[in-house]
């Protein structure tokens, strides 16, 4: 009896040393992870709802869609010849030399691997410093590529012995920017928050070859490149985030009621609603300022990937989540984005009014906001639209002026009443 005992206790300490032993190691791999993480999975919620946002189309950046065989085998060339590229820049252009610079990339990369690999939130066993440094090196190449056309004359001019910036002789066509659908698609695929490398992969190598080039500008503290244009899209005066309940009237309702919105050349998150006193409210309408933004093929891609690293990333605030919300509650159907594109705040070059509603109303769906950074905005539009003299204006509006029909019918109405009104009149001062 007493051995059946102390079986019992062993097998209950083994399994409680087990148990113990597992979740020591998960919290350990909980905490490693989701200390460095910065480079995400689209949760599934999202993806399922147009998978074609996050999925990139022609080059495969870091681990998590190298493997993607739809993606074009030839890309894999064209990143070999930017590396080649890049690595001429640094030398003469003999082997020797890029050699050199090669090895010191690599040597680099073999000590960068296993904290790269902490960037990212799940297991990438595929990932190594043949990858660091080729991925690297083509975003390096095709961003000072950019940088040399879009500042032309900025373009310092070295012996051809020194570390250049020209452009290998051999190379005549430029595969990516010389090919209009490839450049646009190529730019896509670079703001895919799974198509990403660690920024600081991207600073290593910045400092070993185009740190080295005269005149070019030193890289701030960044997750990785989607961060950056994240970074570049906040506002200059951050509005301030609470949490929002009530839903704003549409653009159409706000409309009726008196509102005019303007479209103006602020930042993006420069959202501004005002209206006067009662006795001005009669002669002047109230006024909704919202930054002018344009629709194109790439706009849904653009704020999709931008929402999902905000929901995704924790410590990053959540301003295009929000202003995603703000033009979900303005635009509800093909009225809505009318009345928006008249006033100049959205320019449509989707195509049809509800393309671009679809776009709007699909964004949020299986989002999370916390803090909504114009819940003061939307307050102020939500009280203006329930007094009394909107709500009427509102009314009238729709009842009478809603289509050139009613609009007609009420003018003869009127008519009508004015022509009884005078014979009224006149018979009574006979």
């Given at each position: 009896m007493s051995q059946d005992i102390d079986c019992c206790k062993q097998a209950l300490q083994s399994l409680t040393a087990t148990m113990g032993r597992?979740?020591?190691?998960?919290?350990?791999?909980?905490?490693?992870?989701?200390s460095s993480a910065c480079i995400y999975r689209v949760p599934e919620e999202l993806r399922k709802l147009k998978e074609s946002a996050y999925t990139p189309r022609l080059?495969?950046?870091?681990?998590?869609?190298?493997?993607?065989?739809?993606?074009?085998?030839?890309m894999q060339d064209i990143k070999m010849s930017y590396v080649n590229s890049l690595l001429c820049r640094m030398t003469d252009g003999s082997e020797v030399c890029k050699l050199a610079v090669l090895e010191e990339c690599v040597k680099e990369m073999k000590l960068s691997?296993?904290?790269?690999?902490?960037?990212?939130?799940?297991?990438?066993?595929?990932?190594?410093?043949?990858?660091?440094?080729?991925?690297?090196?083509?975003?390096?190449?095709?961003?000072?590529?950019?940088?040399?056309?879009?500042?032309?004359?900025?373009?310092?001019?070295?012996?051809?012995?020194?570390?250049?910036?020209?452009?290998?002789?051999?190379?005549?066509?430029?595969?990516?920017?010389?090919?209009?659908?490839?450049?646009?698609?190529?730019?896509?695929?670079?703001?895919?928050?799974?198509?990403?490398?660690?920024?600081?992969?991207?600073?290593?190598?910045f400092h070993i070859t185009v740190d080295k080039i005269p005149g070019v500008a030193k890289p701030k503290k960044y997750y990785h490149i989607l961060h950056i244009i994240h970074n570049h899209c906040h506002p200059l005066d951050p509005p301030k985030g609470e949490y929002h309940r009530?839903?704003?009237?549409?653009?159409?309702?706000?409309?009726?009621?008196?509102?005019?919105?303007?479209?103006?050349?602020?930042?993006?998150?420069?959202?501004?609603?005002?209206?006067?006193?009662?006795?001005?409210?009669?002669?002047?309408?109230?006024?909704?300022?919202?930054?002018?933004?344009?629709?194109?093929?790439?706009?849904?891609?653009?704020l999709r990937n931008l929402i999902a690293f905000e929901q995704c990333c924790p410590g990053v605030s959540c301003y295009v989540t929000s202003y995603a919300f703000l033009m979900d509650m303005l635009v509800n159907s093909a009225k809505d984005v009318e009345v928006l594109q008249k006033a100049g705040v959205i320019q449509n070059y989707l195509g049809a009014d509800q393309d671009a509603s679809d776009l709007f109303n699909k964004l949020c769906k299986e989002v999370v906001i916390e803090k909504f950074f114009f819940s003061e905005t939307c307050d102020q539009a939500i009280k203006y639209s329930k007094r009394y003299w909107p709500t009427a204006v509102a009314h009238v509006r729709r009842k009478y002026f809603a289509t050139p029909w009613t609009f007609i019918a009420f003018c003869v109405a009127f008519i009508v009443f004015g022509m009884s009104v005078t014979n009224f009149v006149r018979n009574f001062l006979k």
């Open positions: 597992k979740i020591s190691e998960g919290a350990q791999k909980t905490k490693e992870s989701f080059v495969s950046i870091g681990p998590l869609h190298s493997k993607d065989k739809h993606l074009e085998s030839r691997v296993e904290d790269a690999k902490k960037c990212y939130t799940e297991e990438v066993d595929n990932l190594n410093e043949e990858m660091l440094v080729v991925d690297g090196c083509f975003i390096l190449e095709l961003l000072y590529r950019y940088y040399l056309l879009t500042h032309p004359k900025e373009e310092p001019t070295e012996e051809s012995n020194e570390i250049t910036n020209e452009m290998p002789k051999e190379e005549i066509i430029d595969p990516v920017f010389d090919i209009s659908l490839m450049h646009i698609t190529v730019q896509h695929d670079l703001l895919l928050l799974e198509n990403q490398l660690p920024f600081c992969v991207l600073e290593k190598l009530e839903l704003m009237p549409s653009a159409s309702d706000l409309d009726y009621a008196g509102v005019k919105f303007v479209g103006t050349k602020n930042d993006l998150f420069k959202v501004k609603f005002t209206y006067q006193s009662c006795l001005e409210r009669c002669f002047q309408r109230a006024h909704f300022e919202i930054s002018t933004l344009s629709l194109y093929d790439s706009t849904e891609l653009f």
